[in-house]
């Protein structure tokens, strides 16, 4: 089992900036590919961004320029950096993780992850 936690969430302005954390204790993520995904209330899980153990990315074509996903093997840590937030941004993110030699991966389909975090809150005001 791979616990993750999600950390960096919070209240910020419209235009502003947050960077948000997916730590997983005692592991390295280079063994994993590693997806961001957000549900706002009401509506259905969406992925944001992945970043595959390769340093490969993905990202929805809703935050792409706007999103930049990284990962720290040595903090054992991947994170989100989104940009120019928007009030449609507002949502629960989650981190998700997957082994990396596990077949079929499809970066943009939550099912493709084995492993989620309980998420951190994003509210973007107007």
């Known amino acids: 089992q791979v616990q993750l936690v999600e950390s960096g969430g919070g209240l910020v302005q419209a235009g502003g900036s947050l960077r948000l954390s997916c730590a997983a204790p005692?592991?390295?993520?280079?063994?994993?590919?590693v997806g961001w995904f957000r549900q706002a209330p009401g509506k259905e899980r969406e992925f944001v961004a992945a970043?595959?153990?390769?340093?490969?990315?993905y990202y929805a074509d809703s935050v792409n320029g706007r999103a930049s996903i990284s990962s720290d093997n040595a903090k054992r840590t991947v994170y989100l950096q989104m940009n120019s937030l928007k009030p449609d941004d507002t949502a629960v993110y989650y981190c998700?993780?997957?082994?990396?030699?596990?077949?079929?991966?499809?970066?943009?389909?939550?099912?493709?992850?084995?492993?989620w975090g309980q998420g951190t809150q994003v509210t973007v005001s107007s």
């Open positions: 970043i595959r153990w390769s340093n490969s990315t």
């Open positions: 998700a993780a997957r082994w990396k030699y596990k077949a079929n991966y499809v970066p943009y389909s939550h099912v493709s992850y084995d492993y």
């Open positions: 005692g592991r390295t993520f280079g063994f994993y590919d």
